[in-house]
């Protein structure tokens, strides 16, 4: 696709609920990334794929996050248990290789747990 | 670890001043990289810096890179409404990757 496509737009779950998140990178983007960003605050790393490289998922707050990419497209964010903390925009990413300068941002996930 | 600050949080100026903010990081690293955000939409890259002495100008922005002293500033000069968002500078972590750690970000209010 033309850039780098989020779904949904907005997703309000109960508190303990599970969610996933959909990244559609664009097309030909080997790198993956998520971020998530509280209200007010910077982007705080989550987890990269590259290719069929392990993920780094070095910035996974909890074990209730998880995260999965089939080869080079979609990728899904899982948050199991969700809590209040939880809350946030999570962002995705994608750049043509790990280390490409420039990552190109979706619209991101607004997550509210209620 | 790194870590990188971001000065001032917030900022309301006037049409026509100039402006600087700040952003100082806590280890060395390949490159530093400034994005804009406009309210509830996502992020747009504005520069990406990657040497010392680095400088780049895109319309009224200005940014600069000193990896010396660890810092990157953003220069406003001749403020314009339009330029109203939140300015958030990121440093790469480990690695030649864009695995990115972002400063809190500035809030600029561009008064009219």
């Known amino acids: 696709g033309a850039g780098v496509s989020q779904s949904p737009s907005n997703k309000v779950t109960e508190k303990g609920k599970d969610v996933e998140l959909r990244c559609d990178p664009i097309?030909?983007?080997?790198?993956l990334y998520w971020y998530r960003q509280r209200l007010g605050q910077g982007l705080e790393f989550l987890i990269y794929f590259q290719g069929n490289s392990a993920p780094d998922k070095s910035g996974l707050p909890s074990d209730r996050f998880s995260a999965e990419r089939t080869g080079e497209s979609v990728s899904t964010l899982t948050i199991q248990r969700t809590q209040q903390e939880d809350s946030a925009v999570y962002l995705c990413?994608?750049?043509?290789?790990?280390?490409?300068?420039?990552?190109?941002f979706g619209q991101g996930t607004r997550l509210t747990v209620v | 670890e790194l870590k990188v600050e971001q000065n001032p949080l917030f900022l309301s100026m006037q049409e026509g001043k100039n402006y600087t903010i700040y952003c100082n990081y806590s280890t060395t690293s390949d490159r530093l990289y400034w994005y804009r955000q406009d309210p509830g939409k996502s992020l747009e890259s504005l520069f990406v810096l990657l040497s010392n002495g680095a400088v780049k100008q895109e319309g009224r922005l200005m940014a600069s890179l000193d990896t010396k002293a660890r810092l990157s500033t953003l220069h406003i000069t001749a403020a314009v409404h339009d330029l109203s968002a939140t300015y958030f500078c990121a440093v790469g972590g480990e690695g030649a990757t864009n695995k990115l750690i972002f400063g809190t970000g500035t809030l600029l209010a561009v008064q009219p």
């Open positions: 990413a994608s750049s043509l290789r790990l280390g490409s300068l420039g990552a190109f």
């Open positions: 097309s030909g983007h080997t790198a």
